[in-house]
C-alpha cells in the first residue's frame, strides 16, 4: 500500500512570498488532515476535510492560509504572504473514518524556513 | 474540549533498561488514546491505540500502553528498549466521529549505548 505523499520535502521562502504544498492520501482514506508541527511542539490541526467539504478549520489563519481538496482526493495547502513564524513542518495525514480510530497515516512532511 | 499533558520532555535511559512514558489526558467524553512515534525527518508512525476494551494495549515494536480511567493516564512502556527506539514519541486523544485528534508537545526518548 503506498503511504502518503507530499512534496515539496524542503522550502526555503522569504517572508511576504507565497507557498504551496502538496499531499496524496492513501487511496480509500476520505478524511485528510494538515498538521503543523513548529519545533519543539506537537503537531496542531489546522485543517480536517471528510471528502472534499472542510469538517474542522477553527485552527487555520484563514486571513494568510487556505487549502482545497478537489475531488476528495488530493490537497493544497497554501501560505500567502508568509511570516516568519509560519516556519515549521507541514504534515499532511489521512485516515479511513473521521474519528481516526484505525490512527492516522502520516507523510514525511514539508519542511517549510521562512527567512 | 481534549487535552494531553506528557509530563517529560526528554527521557534518558541506558540501552536494554526499561523505560515509561508518562502522558496523562482530560477528555469529556469517551476517548480514543493513541501513541505515534517520529524519527528525524519522518513523519509520525502510530505505535499503538486505545479504543475500548482491554485496558492494556500491544503494539509495535514491544511497546505498550496501559489505560487507566481513574488516573486519567495512557502511560507507554518497553521493558528493555534499543538503540533504534531513539525517537521523539507522541500522546494523542480523540473524541470519535469528527472530534480532531490532538496531540501532546511530545517526549525526547534518548538511548544511551
Known amino acids: 500500500e503506498a503511504g502518503v505523499a507530499q512534496s515539496p520535502r524542503y522550502k526555503i521562502i522569504e517572508k511576504r512570498q507565497s507557498v504551496a504544498f502538496w499531499c496524496n492520501p492513501i487511496s480509500g482514506h476520505a478524511t485528510l488532515y494538515w498538521y503543523q508541527q513548529i519545533l519543539g511542539q506537537g503537531p496542531k490541526l489546522l485543517i480536517q476535510?471528510?471528502?472534499?467539504?472542510?469538517?474542522?478549520d477553527s485552527q487555520l489563519p484563514k486571513d494568510r492560509f487556505s487549502a482545497e481538496r478537489l475531488k476528495g482526493v488530493d490537497s493544497t495547502l497554501k501560505i500567502q504572504p508568509a511570516k516568519l513564524e509560519d516556519s515549521a513542518v507541514y504534515l499532511c495525514?489521512?485516515?479511513?473514518?473521521?474519528?481516526?480510530?484505525?490512527?492516522?497515516?502520516f507523510g514525511s512532511g514539508t519542511r517549510l524556513t521562512v527567512v | 474540549a481534549q487535552s494531553v499533558t506528557q509530563l517529560d520532555s526528554q527521557v534518558p535511559v541506558f540501552e536494554e533498561a526499561p523505560v515509561e512514558l508518562r502522558c496523562n489526558y482530560s477528555s469529556s467524553v469517551s476517548v480514543y488514546l493513541f501513541w505515534y512515534v517520529q524519527y528525524p525527518n519522518q513523519g509520525l508512525q502510530l505505535l499503538l491505540k486505545?479504543?475500548?476494551?482491554?485496558?492494556l494495549v500491544k503494539g509495535i515494536n514491544g511497546f505498550e500502553a496501559e489505560f487507566n480511567k481513574s488516573q486519567t493516564s495512557f502511560h507507554l512502556r518497553k521493558p528493555s528498549v534499543h538503540i533504534s527506539d531513539t525517537a521523539e514519541y507522541f500522546c494523542a486523544v480523540s473524541g470519535g466521529g469528527y472530534q480532531k485528534v490532538t496531540f501532546g508537545i511530545g517526549t525526547k526518548l534518548q538511548v544511551i549505548p
Open positions: 495525514a489521512s485516515s479511513l473514518d473521521p474519528g481516526a480510530s484505525y490512527g492516522y497515516t
Open positions: 476535510f471528510q471528502n472534499n467539504g472542510v469538517v474542522d
Open positions: 486505545y479504543l475500548s476494551g482491554s485496558t
